[in-house]
């Protein structure tokens, strides 16, 4: 008998008949002599129905009750998703985020999860019991409701499978499993059988919507292995796990594009030490990521930075950064681009494979596709492109490196 989480989607609990075959599903697994946790996210749709009523009293709503407000949809699908089990003659319990036990820290709407305190579950599973689990929740030391952000619901499954001891965690979805570039915009894209924790976090952080990067991060941490697969028929997934020698055998895992990027570029900076840190601390400060980051000194002996972060957040960093420059010089002022893509390259080959970058600009030189920054890691090559030619550019580089064809 094994103790499997499975994670559901806001997709595939969107409307009664899906959550009934949600239902049936868990009954199989559970017939199979497996004990289940199911964690739901919010039916479809939900969720930005309640940003929108929230939002008839102010652009800005209180973030404090924003977390109870949101953490509402998700209670919804455990209720629902354990009344269809009963109907199914399924023993199961729906489980909010503080029953569950699970500890968070951090801003409100963008909580971080801490400890999960298990007991509570672990008895109602050998009480024989299934588990209905509310995702993207959990509770403050102070007693407080506290959402976990974007893709909040795969960390509460990834986290409650460590915490449980869970033999496999379940990542179901309307997809059928990680693919080497998005399938709407690369027709030929493959479905991999497998991908290393290190390449699956580089996809997730570089625009790849099947997992959010800091389950992935989590999972890593914990060694939690766990499989992305569809919630919609019984195909094997992908299983995303701790690399081994075969994997590098692959140079190039898949590619991954990221729309809505923009460019800031600040110019006139005193060559000094400490200026870098008095910049990118106001823009962390102001809970914005940033990306591509380029620097060099200019022929007038001042510096000038660049890097990319998501055009949403262009306005904040605007305002985050006018009172810094305004202490540094009157020299420094900022420049933004917005409408830029960033495209990316993932693979753990290529620590040991040389002519990487060299295959993939000249890829793009023969789209006609521009290069604007370049960053690269250990196992990453991203670029930025126009984007009205990110697609062009996935195509064209997906097709250099093979990536419809299966290795041999």
């Known amino acids: 008998m094994a103790l499997i989480v499975q994670k559901y989607g806001g997709s595939s609990v969107g409307t009664i008949d899906r959550?009934?075959?949600?239902?049936?599903?868990?009954?199989?697994?559970?017939d199979e002599g497996n004990q289940v946790v199911a964690v739901v996210s919010a039916m479809g749709g939900v969720t930005d129905k309640l940003i929108a009523m929230a939002r008839e009293f102010g652009d800005n709503p209180a973030e404090r009750e924003m977390d109870v407000l949101l953490s509402t949809g998700e209670q919804q699908s455990i209720a629902?998703?354990?009344?269809?089990?009963?109907?199914?003659?399924?023993?199961?319990?729906?489980?909010t985020g503080r029953q569950a036990g699970i500890r968070t820290t951090g801003s409100h709407t963008r909580g971080r999860i801490d400890a999960i305190n298990s007991?509570?579950?672990?008895?109602?599973?050998?009480?024989?019991?299934?588990?209905?689990?509310?995702?993207?929740?959990?509770?403050?030391?102070?007693?407080?409701?506290?959402?976990?952000?974007?893709?909040?619901?795969?960390?509460?499954?990834?986290a409650v499978a460590s915490a449980i001891g869970a033999d496999v965690c379940q990542i179901l979805t309307d997809v059928d499993g990680v693919y080497t570039c998005d399938p709407r915009v690369v027709p030929n894209a493959r479905k991999l059988p497998e991908i290393s924790y290190d390449e699956m976090l580089e996809l997730a952080s570089s625009g790849a919507k099947v997992m959010q990067s800091r389950s992935v991060e989590f999972a890593k941490k914990y060694g939690v292995v766990f499989e992305v697969r569809s919630s919609l028929n019984d195909n094997p997934g992908t299983m995303v796990l701790?690399?081994?020698?075969?994997?590098?055998?692959?140079?190039?895992?898949?590619?991954?594009?990221?729309?809505s990027q923009a460019r800031v570029t600040i110019i006139g900076i005193p060559d000094e030490p400490g200026m870098s840190a008095r910049i990118l601390s106001a823009l962390g400060d102001a809970e914005i990521n940033i990306d591509m980051i380029i620097s060099n000194i200019a022929s007038d002996g001042y510096a000038r930075h660049s890097f990319t972060m998501h055009a949403?957040?262009?306005?904040?960093?605007?305002?985050?950064?006018?009172p810094v420059l305004a202490e540094i010089s009157d020299q420094a002022k900022v420049e933004t681009e917005a409408g830029i893509a960033k495209l990316?390259?993932?693979?753990?080959?290529?620590?040991?494979h040389s002519g990487v970058a060299a295959t993939m600009f000249k890829a793009l030189g023969e789209a006609g596709i521009n290069i604007g920054m370049i960053s690269t890691s250990e196992i990453?090559?991203?670029?930025?492109?126009?984007?009205?030619?990110?697609?062009?550019?996935?195509?064209?580089?997906?097709?250099?490196?093979?990536?419809?064809?299966?290795?041999?």
Do not use: W
């Not at 009344?83 to 729906?94: F, K």
């Not at 701790?242 to 729309?259: A, Q, T, Y």
């Not at 949403?312 to 006018?322: E, F, P, T, V």
């Open 19 to 30: 959550i009934r075959n949600v239902a049936s599903r868990i009954k199989r697994t559970r």
């Open 119 to 158: 007991d509570y579950m672990l008895g109602c599973l050998n009480a024989g019991n299934s588990l209905v689990v509310a995702g993207f929740q959990g509770i403050t030391n102070d007693g407080l409701i506290h959402t976990l952000g974007r893709g909040g619901s795969d960390l509460t499954a990834i």
């Open 344 to 352: 990316s390259c993932v693979g753990i080959g290529m620590r040991t």
């Open 242 to 259: 701790e690399e081994h020698p075969d994997m590098e055998n692959v140079v190039i895992r898949g590619v991954s594009i990221e729309r």
């Open 380 to 408: 990453k090559i991203a670029v930025t492109v126009d984007e009205t030619r990110i697609e062009d550019a996935a195509r064209a580089v997906h097709e250099a490196f093979h990536l419809d064809e299966a290795p041999v």
């Open 80 to 95: 629902l998703l354990s009344m269809a089990l009963h109907e199914l003659g399924v023993p199961a319990l729906s489980v």
């Open 312 to 322: 949403n957040d262009l306005g904040r960093a605007q305002a985050a950064l006018k």
